[in-house]
């Protein structure tokens, strides 16, 4: 399950503790990039866990991909290279789309920071922050230097934290995410899921976001609780990427490894999670190879740096080390 989440929901105790056990001896940590990690607004988040800092293998192997069982006219034919014609979105024309759009290649700096006050002094060329929670003071402060400013949202999921988690429908949210209190899996079909993900890029147009990151695009290979099969993904995320750059934003394509070669031409570049970890790294090579940049994090300490780096350069992937409260702290690889 992807980390993302993970770092909105800690609170400070918790988060404390996985920096600990992350990265050991204080020694190893770059002293000028670690911040408090601070409550996200206000919430009791109850000391939550993960599967994944276990060690478990996230959701969307292969094991886990078999889709429920529903009525014949609601699953469709898996074998379908598109979903039915009533499902299919009408997603914003782009064809008048600019050259504005950020569309980065390899080799740009950056910056992911879901938890804590916010660093903005690295010099990097991107910064990857929270589309509710970061202050608009650090956005305008960042872009004032030219620095391209990325809003994170979750566009398959329904966090009860949110101030718009109540405009979801019941109809519309599904299975609880594993491993992450509070969190559903929403039906990507719906009209009114997706008018709420073309208000969220509103909102990160009138925040000022150069661009956004939609986290949880794979739940078509989830346990959802909706009969979704991977067309009906494939729709749901060009819809994304089509409603993102018609409004000017630059749109990344999260994880989603399944479906990279389908989408490629959709998004401007990628962010993955621990590719290294799973020994997926190759299916992200098509954005390479494209001159798109390949932002990649894997979790752990300073020491992991010296296994991963060297791997991630040959690939041309724009790697980091983070811990997985996401915070300030990191180690880029170049």
């Known amino acids: 399950m992807q980390r993302a989440r ?5 609170g400070l105790p918790l988060a404390a503790a996985l920096a600990a056990a992350a990265c050991g001896d204080d020694d190893a940590r770059d002293a000028a990039d670690v911040v408090e990690v601070a409550d996200v607004a206000g919430e009791d988040l109850g000391g939550e866990s993960t599967p994944d800092a276990a060690g478990d293998r996230p959701d969307g ?16 034919d898996a074998s379908e290279d598109r979903p039915p014609a009533d499902e299919v979105s009408d997603a914003a024309d ?15 700096r950056w910056q992911w920071q879901l938890t804590g006050t916010i660093d903005d002094s690295l010099d990097v ?3 990857d922050i929270d589309l509710f929670e970061a202050p608009q003071a650090v956005i305008d402060g960042l872009r004032a230097r030219g620095v391209v400013v990325i809003c994170y949202f979750s566009a398959g999921s329904r966090e009860e934290w949110r101030e718009d988690a109540g405009d979801f429908p019941a109809a519309a949210v599904g299975e609880p995410l594993d491993g992450w209190p509070g969190e559903r899996w929403l039906d990507i079909r719906s009209p009114d899921v997706r008018r709420i993900m073309q208000a969220r890029l509103d909102r990160a147009v009138a925040r000022r976001c150069d661009g956004v990151e939609p986290d949880n695009v794979d739940a078509y290979a989830n346990d959802s609780g909706f009969p979704l099969i991977a067309a009906h993904q494939l729709d749901y995320n060009r819809f994304l990427a089509a409603e993102a750059h018609a409004r ?3 749109v990344g394509l999260k994880n989603d490894l399944e479906q990279v070669e389908d989408l490629l031409a959709d998004f401007d570049w990628a962010l993955n999670e621990e590719c290294f970890q ?11 190879v494209a001159g798109k940049a390949v932002f990649q994090v894997e979790y752990g300490d300073a020491g992991l740096a010296g296994t991963i780096c060297p791997r991630a350069n040959a690939l041309d992937f724009d790697t980091l080390i983070k811990r997985l409260d996401l915070d300030a702290w990191r180690i880029p690889c170049r």
């Open 125 to 127: 060329e991107m910064y």
């Open 6 to 10: 993970l770092a909105i929901r800690l």
């Open 94 to 108: 782009t064809s008048d789309v600019s050259s504005g759009i950020w569309r980065p290649a390899p080799g740009t």
């Open 248 to 250: 000017g934003l630059s």
């Open 61 to 76: 192997g292969e094991e886990d991909a078999a889709l429920p069982d529903g009525p014949p006219d609601a699953l469709g």
């Open 278 to 288: 799973w020994d997926e790294c190759d299916l992200l090579r098509p954005f390479v």
